[in-house]
């Protein structure tokens, strides 16, 4: 599968419900307008004009909008989907690690590690642990933040679930687009 | 739901320092993304329905007996929440998997008495509770930054040169 990740940036691929392209963009710009405001970047792009993403170096391109349903939206959606998973995944086991080894007090006041062994201190970090707990649950920096329906996030099968099934007269669209990280 | 956050900034005086805590709470309000909404106490119908802490002010010193006691319980429930959503945080990587907390739900063959101390529906809230952002269970602010630890607490508590310590009580909604 072709990967459309740049470095120092997250790509958001929105899913939304519309008649038509047109209408699919206009909604899609609405909730990327909330999503910027949300991971506080305040700026983003659509793959509509090349002028940010040649300025920020962006090398992936990708059409503006998708049918979610065709070869290539599905192919978008499914790699945000692997993405978040890797991420989720991750996360998932430095927190076990951390919950495992260290005591409540060690992880809210960022204690050095102390004599773990080195193959836990390799893998948590006394100031990162509190992070990942963030990206486990659901609210991390960027990674966390690659599927939206609308301006919420998908955070699970059952969303995405959600989000491909349209109601009648309208269709999924997904619209991929690049903000700055 | 509402909790009552604790504000502290580091001003001249009141007047200041209430524009601090209202710019701060600007930014934790703001696209509603750790908190929809905040009242802060020079406002009645907010003062009153507060029963059990009347003696709260709009503005208060941080070393004043009543600022020290309102700051005390800040942390006290901070912390509290922590270990809640620890423990909660403990049994979810003990007995839950990777699918089962996206898909919050438990694994078949659960027993009963470990479903009933898992809850399901809120467990990856409870890892975001662990987490360093701002929002529930965080009752203490910096200017708008979660205090997470004592020594973020003791830190702040120590006033700038020519500036006092304050703490501001404001309602927010989450």
């Not at chain 1, 992936?60 to 979610?68: C, G, I, K």
């Not at chain 1, 933040?145 to 099934?165: C, E, H, M, P, Q």
């Not at chain 2, 990777?98 to 009933?116: C, F, H, Q, T, V």
Request: with cysteine.
């Amino acid at each position: 599968m072709e990967t459309h990740f740049a470095p120092h940036f997250v790509l958001p691929r929105v899913i939304v419900h519309a008649k038509n392209e047109e209408e699919a963009l206009k909604k899609e710009k609405e909730a990327l307008d909330k999503i910027a405001e949300n991971t506080e970047r305040c700026i983003y792009t659509t793959f509509e004009s090349r002028e940010l993403l040649d300025e920020w170096k962006v090398e992936v391109n990708l059409p503006p909008v998708l049918l979610a349903s065709s070869f290539k939206g599905r192919e978008l959606i499914e790699e945000g989907w692997q993405h978040m998973v890797k991420i989720f995944m991750d996360a998932l086991e430095k927190t076990k690690l951390a919950v495992q080894y260290l005591t409540p007090e060690q992880i809210m006041e960022e204690e050095p590690l102390g004599n773990l062994s080195e193959e836990v201190k390799a893998k948590i970090h006394p100031w990162d642990i509190r992070e990942d707990f963030r990206e486990v649950g659901g609210v991390g920096e960027f990674f966390f933040k690659l599927l939206y329906f609308g301006s919420r996030r998908i955070t699970s099968r059952r969303d995405l679930v959600r989000a491909l099934n349209s109601k009648e007269g309208l269709r999924a669209y997904v619209i991929p687009a690049v903000i700055p990280c | 739901m509402h909790m009552l956050v604790r504000i502290i900034v580091h001003a001249e005086d009141e007047k200041q320092a209430f524009g601090k805590a209202e710019k701060a709470l600007n930014e934790l309000t703001k696209g509603e993304k750790y908190f929809d909404g905040y009242a802060t106490f020079d406002n009645e119908e907010i003062r009153d329905s507060y029963v059990d802490w009347s003696y709260l002010q709009p503005v208060m010193l941080a070393s004043s007996p009543n600022g020290k006691h309102f700051i005390e319980m800040g942390w006290k429930y901070t912390v509290e929440g922590f270990m809640e959503a620890f423990e909660q945080v403990k049994l979810a990587v003990q007995y839950l998997s990777l699918e089962e907390i996206m898909e919050r739900k438990y694994p078949e063959g659960l027993p009963e008495d470990i479903k009933k101390r898992i809850n399901i529906l809120s467990i990856q809230v409870y890892f975001d509770e662990l987490g360093n952002q701002p929002g529930h269970p965080k009752y203490l602010y910096h200017d708008h930054e979660p205090i997470l630890s004592n020594e973020d607490l003791e830190f702040v508590l120590k006033p700038e040169e020519g500036l006092k310590v304050y703490v501001i009580p404001a309602d927010v909604h989450y």
